[in-house]
């Protein structure tokens, strides 16, 4: 078995259960090319102040590059034994460059070793994540430019409401995501400190620079207080509550696209490949992917309360506790990467079937708006004009047709003020044209709403 590299004061072997229960090197492999970064880092630091020489420098960053190599490749060793990433390519390094390896660990913990390299791999993934946001982003804002004049009903409480634009419900959409990408850089900014010097927990008695490894890294500047340093994991938990959200705005999107591919909506295309068949019925397709994006929403919530939970009664400072952020913070952050890849993808290819949105925004006397503000424009108050419109309704119910259907005598019974000019208002191209303002349906809004997120994106 693997000597323990803190086993001095030990007088027994650890109980075999409890060296499986303790170890994260199952998970936290996952950081080793992170780990490695920062153990480089370190180590130049520590020569550049004069506490490692310049060849003991030159001899642990060859042997951690060798290690890279051997990682990436797969034929690292990894053993339970050794408990996690950090002990186990620290002992891996005395094993290929002799003693030297043993001076890495100087003026350093794993416990701000294990800090550093989650803000590294986090730092990572938040880029990947911001960069298939601007991907979907892009999409949606390309096709909804081109659906600026595709009429669809607009709804609430999942009744018909108003009509407005396919381009319009899909800026909707991208909006969420707007402040999404904005959530997620702020938290990169907290993510982007380097807690690495604060050693296990109290900082450390050697002469080192702790701004020259923060900029080694890529770190915006050193964390400030070495006991925070080591225990905080709010930068995760920010970041899981981003995902929570993004996630939520994914879902809510999924679940439209479910309904409009239903064959009661039939809204939409979405194409074959984005679908799966049934084992029993034919001639089925279903939408897969936004449903399995809706329901992936669930394990994120469950992954920011189980951050939060983890973190809530720990006492200052370090606690094995933490050893529990990494799953759901790496699950938290594929599931976020491959969902918004899922929709990035899916988003320039909807197929929006205009016939049937159009015919679908004529029901349900989505119009009846309208006819109130033409009253109101004929001086008729607009509490009045509500009770006129709602009588116009009931009786187009009982005949069973729509408002555009009635006489103008017929309409005429409701209010006096009404002209043939009405059925102009009634029409659904009217109905969005007239709503003509900063965040309105109106095509030609759209169209700029369009160009403003599109400069907005380009800032990025
Ligand atoms: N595997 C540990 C973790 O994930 C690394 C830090 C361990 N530190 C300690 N003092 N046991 O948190």
């Known amino acids: 078995p693997a000597a323990k590299l803190w086993g001095g004061r030990f007088s027994e072997a650890t109980d075999a259960f409890v060296e499986r229960f303790t170890a994260s090197v199952m998970f936290d492999q996952r950081m080793a090319l992170e780990d490695i970064q920062g153990s480089l880092a370190h180590a130049q630091m520590l020569s550049e102040v004069g506490v490692l020489t310049a060849d003991e420098f030159q001899q642990i960053a060859g042997g951690l590059k060798d290690i890279a190599e051997e990682i990436e490749s797969g034929d690292f060793p990894w053993s339970v034994e050794l408990e996690d990433v950090h002990m186990n390519i620290e002992a891996r390094l005395t094993d290929r460059i002799g003693a030297t390896g043993k001076k890495l660990h100087t003026g350093r913990s794993r416990n701000d070793q294990v800090a550093t390299d989650i803000r590294l791999w986090l730092r990572n993934r938040i880029d990947q994540i911001a960069a298939e946001l601007t991907r979907l982003q892009t999409g949606l ?66 002469p080192i620079n702790r701004a020259r490894t923060a900029e080694l890294l890529g770190f915006d500047a050193p964390t400030e207080n070495s006991l925070d340093s080591v225990s905080d994991r709010d930068f995760a938990i920010e970041f899981c509550a981003f995902s929570a959200l993004l996630l939520t705005h994914l879902s809510r999107a999924s679940e439209e696209l479910v309904l409009w591919t239903s064959s009661q909506f039939d809204f939409i ?56 952020d990494k799953e759901p913070l790496f699950d938290a952050a594929d599931t976020a990467l491959d969902c918004l890849r899922a929709f990035a993808d899916m988003a320039p290819a909807l197929k929006p079937k205009k016939q049937n949105m159009l015919a679908a925004a004529g029901k349900g006397f989505s119009t009846a708006t309208d006819l109130a503000d033409y009253l109101v424009r004929k001086g008729v108050a607009f509490r009045d004009a509500h009770e006129i419109v709602g009588q116009s309704v009931a009786f187009a119910i009982d005949k069973d047709c729509d408002l555009a259907d009635l006489s103008l005598a017929e309409l005429q019974k409701f209010s006096d003020v009404i002209g043939d000019d009405v059925f102009d208002v009634l029409t659904l191209e009217g109905s969005v044209a007239a709503r003509d303002h900063i965040g309105g349906t109106a095509p030609n809004q759209v169209r700029a709403a369009c160009e403003r997120a599109r400069a907005l994106i380009a800032t990025r």
């Open 269 to 324: 295309d979405l194409p074959d490949r984005f679908c799966t068949g049934s084992s029993i019925m034919p001639q089925k397709k279903n939408p897969d992917v936004p449903e399995l994006v809706r329901g992936k929403t669930g394990r994120v919530n469950g992954h920011l309360i189980a951050l939060l939970t983890l973190m809530k009664s720990q006492p200052l400072a370090y606690n094995k506790d933490n050893q529990e």
């Open 141 to 206: 804002v390309n096709l909804a430019e081109q659906e600026a004049d595709t009429i669809m009903p607009g709804f609430t409480h999942l009744q018909s409401a108003q009509p407005v634009t396919f381009g319009h419900h899909l800026l909707a959409w991208n909006e969420m995501l707007t402040r999404d990408f904005e959530r997620l850089m702020d938290c990169r900014k907290r993510v982007n400190r380097s807690p690495l010097g604060a050693a296990a927990l109290a900082g450390t008695s050697y």
